[in-house]
């Protein structure tokens, strides 16, 4: 039978009638059964290693307890070297567009498997150990999210230092590129805003990243040396040179045609804007004619010729 009114809750097992350290949130119950979730202890890092009782009360619509009583057996909360512990996010801030990679540092993060992260939505695990699970962000609307790092059997780890979040900012921008129209091999120029990592970004400090002496700085030097990717659909665009407001990159071989043009970058994720590049079909150019002198034009060698866009290669 279906009990709306059921509280559960988790009480010392010092002091089943003093206040719960947290509650169970009622999945299903039945006269000889219940399932609940358990939430977060008001104050989990106090609460690491106590041992638990379960209590249970039914109320009716007023509220009123119509009756209570503490279930069998009990349950202990992990100790703080047992918990998963998550210390820091880095970077803190990344694209609306999604597509960038983040990393979470503390301890116990891959205890029982790979753990589940969330931004608001699924966020794709690429790494985890025991002290740093990283994923790629997807697509979200500008906000400022919570970071929930879930473990089977165990549930969410515990932010040392609260809050640890997640802000979903403006991104990247590609406003132009020139040329527009060009060949396999020719330099191609993007400009806009937001290219690279800079000092003074608010990129550089992660939720938690001062003074969390887990490694974290690690984190924001592959982030400064990590490498920004330009894609002709899904022909590379070697970058030659880069800084916050231009890119210059070698067009990479395909054939004659339209070709989005994409930027993705380690610090914030894939850039915003629609562009397209065309690539021109092949020009040829006379290498040799030989002989010079001919009476006659059936007496002329055939020209070899030499591809300078390469676009009928493949």
């Known amino acids: 039978m279906s009990s709306p009114g059921l509280v559960i809750e988790l009480v010392p097992s010092s002091d089943t009638a003093g206040a719960a350290i947290a509650t169970c949130e009622t999945i299903s119950a039945s006269c000889d059964s ?8 008001a104050t989990p890092l106090e609460a690491a290693g106590a041992e638990l009782a379960v209590r249970l009360r ?17 349950l202990r909360y992990l100790s703080i070297s047992e918990s998963p512990l998550l210390s820091a ?6 694209s609306i567009m999604g597509r960038q ?13 790979t753990p589940s992260i969330s931004f608001g939505s699924e966020c794709a695990v690429t790494h985890a150990s ?11 609307e500008k906000a400022a999210v919570d970071v929930l790092v879930s473990l089977p059997g165990l549930g969410a780890a515990v932010a040392v230092a609260p809050p640890i979040s997640y802000n979903f900012i403006e991104s990247p921008v590609i406003s132009s590129i020139e040329p527009k129209i060009g060949y396999s091999g020719g330099l191609v120029h993007l400009h806009g805003v ?3 990592l800079l000092p003074d970004s608010e990129l550089e400090s992660g939720s938690g990243y001062e003074g969390s002496g887990d490694g974290s700085g690690e984190v924001f030097d592959e982030m400064q040396q990590g490498n920004s ?4 659909d899904e022909t590379p665009c070697d970058i030659v040179e880069m800084n916050d407001t231009l890119i210059v990159c070698r067009a990479g071989e395909r054939k004659p045609g339209f070709a989005a043009v994409s930027l993705l ?13 065309t690539y021109q079909i092949t020009v040829l150019q006379a290498r040799r004619l030989a002989p010079t002198r001919s009476s006659h034009i059936r007496s002329l060698d055939a020209p070899e010729f030499r591809c300078l866009a390469h676009a009928f290669a493949h």
């Open 58 to 74: 039914l109320l009716d619509t007023t509220g009123a307890v119509l009756s209570s009583g503490i279930a069998s057996g009990s």
């Open 265 to 277: 970058t380690p610090h914030a994720g894939l850039a915003a804007g629609t562009h397209f590049f």
């Open 101 to 113: 990679q983040v990393c979470l540092h503390g301890s116990n993060l891959n205890r029982t498997s």
């Open 130 to 140: 025991a002290r740093r699970v990283c994923c790629i962000t997807a697509a979200h």
């Open 89 to 94: 996010v880095f970077p803190a801030a990344g």
């Open 229 to 232: 990717t330009v894609l002709f």
């Open 194 to 196: 937001g290219f690279v």
């Open 34 to 41: 219940a399932r609940c979730r358990v939430g977060a202890a």
